[in-house]
């Protein structure tokens, strides 16, 4: 496990972010905005622990370890695969394989050009919170991928994303869908080693009547720790799906959600996480409605085995502007050995009658009986567990595109393989 001692909070020196942003050839409304985005920082408040989204987890786990801004060294070497794809690494142009090149899609480095700075910020603003204010003022890997009006990308786009083995890595994703355009964007974090802490942002700008599927894959290795924002903005009938899938690291902290703007639009956000050992992985969903006849969906499931611990937030927020809206919200943890601990708190904020609004939260362990049935017909007792577990997550993997679903099935089949023992 990562160091818990208390670390000071970064400084960032306006020189030094003038310097790093020449490094990288950014323009001079680019340097601005990271500019502004230093001073929010400066005065922004630390989070504090009394409030109930940083109960959990200590925000001192995640603190970069160092001065930013900085390009960290150590990479990870990764072969482009035939489909779509993107290597995003710090103080790197975005790198393309050839498919990409070829998808009728734009993708440039971040702060390249000054219509990036269009949408930059208007799902995740430099205010949102201290790591994100970090981000926005010192990210050292960015990328913008926008998807032309009316184009349709077959094939998903795949962002791989490899953190150093130490440093600190601050990735910024922006994906802007045009109207009526359509994509599948695979955002994939791994790598990292025992010093290595990321802090990621990534925004998505859901045009009118677009569809964006985004799948968000966490699976650092052992000691690696982050913070990852997630917002999508989804424009009048628009269609957005989340998936997240959390695996990896030591400590980890994701705030994932949505932005109903215009009527119409549609949200979904579907996640399975599945620490073990003494992983602390701490999950915040959100889905703000701000305009109505709107809907929203959340099922996100959590099993905990070993002496891991799983924190959920979530909340619909619907506001009085947003009459005939719909949002659900259901959250389920299945403790897999009596050392692991999965806590919840379901939230509803809403500002107006004219709603339909429902959440449910379980905590449970695995069903003694169900267990007893699977072993009586010769079923071992480590293979009946993995039956148990992936029954509990197959209806949420379900409603992942299919060409998706048996990528993170895959995953969560390694996972499993490691539950032996674990009880």
């Known amino acids: 496990m990562a160091s818990t001692a208390t670390r000071e909070r970064v400084t960032l020196e306006a020189q030094a972010v003038t310097d790093f942003s020449a490094s990288l050839g950014e323009t001079a409304a680019g340097l601005t905005w990271r500019q ?12 504090d622990r009394v409030r109930h989204l940083w109960r959990y987890t200590d925000p001192d786990r995640l603190q970069p370890r160092t001065t930013l801004p900085q390009q960290p060294s150590g990479e990870i070497p990764l072969d482009m695969p035939d489909s779509p794809a993107v290597l995003v690494r710090p103080g790197r142009t975005p790198s393309l394989n050839p498919a990409a090149l070829a998808a009728g899609i734009e993708v440039q480095a971040l702060l390249s050009r000054d219509e990036h700075l269009n949408w930059l910020g208007r799902a995740v603003p430099a205010d949102h919170g201290y790591f994100e204010a970090l981000n926005a003022a010192a990210f050292n890997a960015g990328v913008q991928v926008r998807i032309p009006r009316g184009v349709s990308l077959a094939d998903p786009l795949r962002l791989m994303i490899p953190a150093p ?12 869908a045009e109207e009526s355009a359509s994509i599948t964007v695979v955002e994939d974090h791994l790598g990292g080693g025992p010093d290595s802490v990321v802090v990621g942002v990534t925004e998505i700008i859901v045009g009118a009547n677009a569809d964006v599927r985004h799948v968000l894959v966490q699976r650092w290795q052992d000691g690696a720790v982050g913070h990852l924002t997630q917002r999508a903005s989804v424009d009048r009938d628009g269609r957005f799906l989340g998936a997240t899938a959390g695996f990896g690291g030591d400590v980890v902290k994701a705030d994932l959600g949505g932005i109903l703007a215009g009527p119409g639009a549609r949200s979904e956000l579907v996640g399975v996480t599945l620490p073990d050992r003494r992983q602390q992985l701490d999950h915040h969903t959100v889905h703000r409605h701000t305009s109505g006849n709107t809907w929203s969906n959340i099922d996100f499931k959590a099993a905990v085995a070993g002496r891991a611990r799983s924190a959920y937030t979530g909340l619909l927020r619907i506001e009085a502007d947003a009459p005939a809206s719909e949002a659900f919200q259901e959250n389920r943890n299945l403790l897999l050995s009596d050392r692991a601990r999965a806590d919840t708190i379901p939230e509803l904020e809403i500002l107006t009658d004219d709603v339909s609004c429902s959440h449910g939260a379980t905590a449970a362990p695995v069903d003694p009986e169900q267990l007893f049935y699977l072993q009586s017909r010769g079923i071992t007792a480590d293979e009946s567990l993995r039956l148990v577990v992936r029954g509990f997550v197959e209806p949420t993997l379900r409603q992942v595109p299919e060409g998706l679903r048996v990528e993170l099935e895959d995953l969560v089949e390694e996972r499993l393989s490691r539950l032996a023992g674990e009880g």
């Open 36 to 47: 502004d985005a230093v001073r929010v920082f400066d005065g922004i408040d630390y989070p």
């Open 165 to 176: 083995n130490h440093g600190s890595f601050l990735p910024r994703v922006l994906v802007v």
